[in-house]
């Protein structure tokens, strides 16, 4: 490795050059987009895969654009929108907003970074396949904990959480990590195995879902596709009860029962929020003197930071999902990032960190930097 290219300082490609460049592996970004993975480890301050990303994010400020590549403007006044608000709704309701809203900062970095071609995505996607396959059989063993006795936890830390992870990341990890069908399926089994093996419902209809885009949703044209990708959310939310409380689920009653308890009062709480929301980190409810958090991240997100919040991100999601429209038909890459925001929103309805969790941010800049990899001649086979 050359002075040139460090994993201090990325070499400045140019946009032709970027497929080429991304198939060299850069440590730095490798190392530590795996330590995203483990979200159930504190390191102190912080939980270590935040500060993992705020790492990268720092190493990034010294790295050169790719080419000059400069974020979109739609995507800057977003992020800016967001945050600001955020903070303004803090101070408005005298919360502690500094952590919550730092988190958010990180995010806004991440896509900052990969948006501009700073970070290689191969890198970045065979350090999650990495870190998925480790943390996954890590929990299989019973390294890291098992707080959910039946489903996999580990350094994961909750289930559904976890679930979230793996579906949304790992969908990512496995068609960026490597164009050789073989590393995909390798990196595969095992991501496929942890999701099965967290026992989430949602976990697993979102790779359903990422299933039917990547096969069949991205190949319908962009109006009857984007129509499919609403369709398929919609579904989650009016799915009957007996279709989710089926076989292996049917000892579901009592959690599910809770959840709507707890939906029930999150709808409370928001009917008497001003229109910026309660503030940073008050999505929780109290159920007989126990505390909760949301258990729905659309009603999360209108919670802290109102209406406005909720729809900024719902379009950063819709804006990249456009963006990779013109590609995913030809490149299998663009539709996994397509199928990782469906797999977000789908999410998205039964857990309440997600909308505001760094996966999306995630899903965000791979589909901002992977704009910058030029279209590749031939589709090649999902």
């Known amino acids: ?12 490609r140019t946009v032709e050059h970027a497929a080429e460049a991304d198939r060299e592996i850069r440590m730095s970004d490798f190392v530590l987009m795996a330590m995203l993975i483990p979200r159930g480890i504190d390191a102190g301050p912080a939980p270590l895969n935040e500060l993992a990303m705020l790492a990268l994010v720092g190493l990034c400020v010294f790295r050169p654009a790719r080419g000059g590549a400069k974020l979109p403007t739609l995507v800057t006044i977003l992020v800016a929108s967001l945050i ?4 303004l709704s803090g101070l408005a309701n005298h919360l502690d907003w500094v952590r919550r809203v730092g988190h958010i900062g990180i995010m806004a970095g991440l896509i900052w970074a990969f948006g501009t071609g700073r970070v290689s995505l191969r890198s970045a996607a065979l350090g999650m396949a990495v870190g998925l396959a480790a943390i996954i059989g890590m929990a299989i063993v019973g390294i890291g904990g098992d707080y959910y006795p039946g489903r996999l936890t580990g350094y994961l830390g909750d289930p559904n959480a976890g679930a979230y992870f793996i579906a949304v990341l790992g969908v990512i990890a496995i068609y960026f990590c490597d164009d050789r069908l073989k590393v995909r399926v390798f990196f595969a089994i095992p991501i496929v195995a942890g999701l ?3 026992y989430s419902r949602t976990g697993l209809l979102a790779a359903v879902f990422a ?3 990547i096969w069949f949703g991205r190949r319908m044209g962009q109006v009857a596709g984007t129509v499919l990708a609403v369709s398929l959310v919609w579904l989650v939310q009016n799915i009957p009860e007996d279709v989710v409380s089926f076989g292996p689920f049917s000892n579901r009653t009592g959690s599910d029962n809770l959840r709507d308890r707890i939906i029930a009062q999150e709808n409370v709480e928001i009917a008497t ?3 910026y929301g309660n503030g940073p980190g008050s999505a929780r409810v109290s159920i007989r003197d126990v505390e909760f958090f949301f258990h729905n991240s659309y009603l999360a997100t209108r919670q802290e930071g109102g ?5 900024i991100i719902l379009g950063l999601l819709a804006y990249c999902f456009v963006v990779l429209a013109h590609q995913s038909h030809a490149d299998v890459k663009a539709a996994a990032v397509q199928s990782a925001a469906i ?9 309440g960190e997600v909308l505001l969790d760094t996966p999306v941010a995630i899903v965000v800049a791979f589909a901002l930097g ?4 030029p279209v590749p001649k031939s589709p090649p086979d999902g």
Do not use: E, F, R
């Not at 490795?1 to 400045?12: E, F, I």
């Not at 209406?307 to 729809?311: G, I, N, Y």
């Open 1 to 12: 490795m050359n002075a040139k290219s460090t994993p201090w300082k990325l070499p400045d």
């Open 84 to 87: 600001t608000l955020l903070v």
């Open 196 to 198: 099965i093996l967290c």
């Open 211 to 213: 299933v039917i885009w």
């Open 273 to 275: 929020s001003p229109w």
């Open 307 to 311: 209406w406005p919040a909720l729809l």
């Open 343 to 351: 797999g977000t929103a789908v999410m998205a309805v039964t857990l």
């Open 370 to 373: 992977h704009v910058l990899t």
